[in-house]
């Protein structure tokens, strides 16, 4: 079984591309996954498949399926287990005010930019990209206006997903759940 992460673009924001997650873990049954878990509302799903799982198959699925585009990105659990465990974030001083985020790209992009990278306000940084996974923490302590996710489809491109780390602490939890660690 491939153990993977799927994490999908722009479903049930502001009220719009509204995709129950229920029947989100059915769709997935369908195409041949088990032990198919969600996390959140905002489209972050464990799924172990027979096969690699392809994004442009599932993709075009749950385009028929619920009517509209859904970018996804899929990661082998292992990479996502590999991130966690070395923590990107551990050189950072966590307060109310920090944000960690982890960027997801659908295609390899490396800016022409040094890492670590750091904007003219000191509010957002950028840490270290692995492969095509990118890691930066916002302080809003700093910035009126943040403009993160801006700045890194500036350096990265529009098909991209960006996921809070605490997102990424509660896939790891999930994941102790179904037995995967």
């Given amino acids: 079984m491939h153990r993977s992460v799927l994490f999908l673009r722009g479903i049930n924001v502001g009220g719009h591309h509204k995709v129950p997650m229920a029947d989100l873990r059915t769709e997935l049954i369908t195409l041949g996954g088990e032990q198919v878990a969600t996390v959140l509302n905002?489209?972050?799903?464990?799924?172990?498949?027979?096969?690699?799982?392809?994004?442009q198959t599932l993709s075009n699925h749950l385009k028929t399926v619920f009517g509209f585009s859904i970018p996804t990105m899929i990661r082998p659990f292992e990479a996502i287990k590999q991130?966690?465990?070395?923590?990107?974030?551990?050189?950072?001083?966590?307060?109310?005010?920090?944000?960690?985020?982890?960027?997801?790209?659908?295609?390899f992009r490396q800016p022409n930019i040094t890492l670590p990278w750091k904007s003219e306000d000191g509010s957002f940084r950028i840490l270290q990209q692995k492969a095509s996974d990118?890691?930066?923490?916002?302080?809003?302590?700093?910035?009126?206006?943040?403009?993160?996710?801006?700045?890194l489809e500036q350096f990265y491109g529009t098909e991209v997903t960006t996921r809070n780390w605490n997102t990424i602490e509660k896939i790891m939890i999930k994941a102790e759940k179904l037995g995967w660690r």
Avoid: C, W
């Fill in 42 to 55: 905002s489209g972050n799903v464990l799924v172990a498949m027979p096969k690699k799982l392809d994004e």
């Fill in 83 to 107: 991130h966690y465990e070395q923590d990107p974030f551990r050189e950072v001083v966590l307060t109310k005010q920090i944000r960690r985020y982890i960027t997801f790209q659908k295609e």
């Fill in 134 to 151: 990118v890691f930066s923490v916002l302080d809003l302590s700093r910035a009126s206006t943040p403009k993160a996710m801006d700045v």
